[in-house]
């Protein structure tokens, strides 16, 4: 049984993670020379997405366990993150309720990000000691319900999330710049964790946990890894988002956010960290296309379609039934860049020694 790095996943993990960052690197640069507030705003909600959609991939990816809660972490680091950076003026109006300590203090971006991934981390580890004891089955519709569970949670705990009002005066602190760091930042730890000997094994347990049992790996220690890093990573992709929003509420944090991010996640290829990367891009850019044909266009000056509401969702969910007929494993499937990259230079050196 494996249980040292390997110094070529390590090599592998970091040239797909070199390959990611210089592509969004390069997306970041080309939205700051366009320098259009829209362009910013685009670019900035596709790193944060990255972020959430990288931190579902960690555990759905790897242990092959679809999981419809990771939103209630997302909810758990924007609240944690909301609640420690909106000014303490605002929250003794708004929220007379908090304790004393959460009221007077005001932290900025690094650390209040850091405090909801913490946050969703714990929650993680208090659930994951029964979740990950389930069977597969059963530990994912589990996962459905810690989402309803927390919804609740955010709905009517109206002296810490003000319930179905919500949460405002949070300080816009987010640029391209620092949600591109963050981005890199969890595609390297995805990346690691993937090449790590706990990632081996989580992998293992999505082939055939029964013979990864007989060789004496825990099962339930190894997906309880996964779910913690997984939730960590999602949390501080929550608290990036609401600093990215001026308020919310607990409807953000339900079915239709879940539905979002895992159709970027199986479109672009659960067993890829370069595949979440993929479908965050693509369903951005349907949904930025067809967006505005949702309010109607004209085609010439005789034909003029009316309003399409729900045009996104539905091509979305169009785009998913045609990647899982021609491409079950999503467009990426289990490569990451790197592999991709090494096939075809080995592809074309075959060609010029014949």
Known sequence: MMTKWSRLRLVAAFKTWAGIALVLSL????????????????????????????ALQIFVGNSGIVSFGHVAFFGIGAYAAALLTISPKIKAISLPALPLAIQQIQLGLTPAVLAGAVLAAAVALFTGLALARMTENAMAMATLALLVMMHSIFANWESVTRGTIGVYGIPRSITPVNALLWSLAAAGLALLFR?????????????????????????????LTGWIVSALLMGAGGALWSQNNLAFGPSQFYYVETFALLSMLVIGGLGSVTGAVVGVGVVTLVGELLRKLENGFSIGSLITVPELPGLVQLMIALLIMVVLVLRPQGLMGYKELASIIKFKGRKKSGRHQS
Do not use: H, Y
Not at 195 to 223: E, H, M, N, Y
């Open 27 to 54: 997306i970041t640069i080309a939205g700051r020379l366009i320098d259009d507030a829209s362009t910013t705003r685009l670019i900035t909600d596709f790193m944060i997405l990255c972020v959430m959609v990288i």
């Open 195 to 223: 090449a790590s000997p706990a990632g081996l094994f989580l992998q293992a347990t999505r082939d055939d946990p029964l013979a990864t049992g007989c060789f004496g790996i825990s099962v339930v220690k190894v997906r």
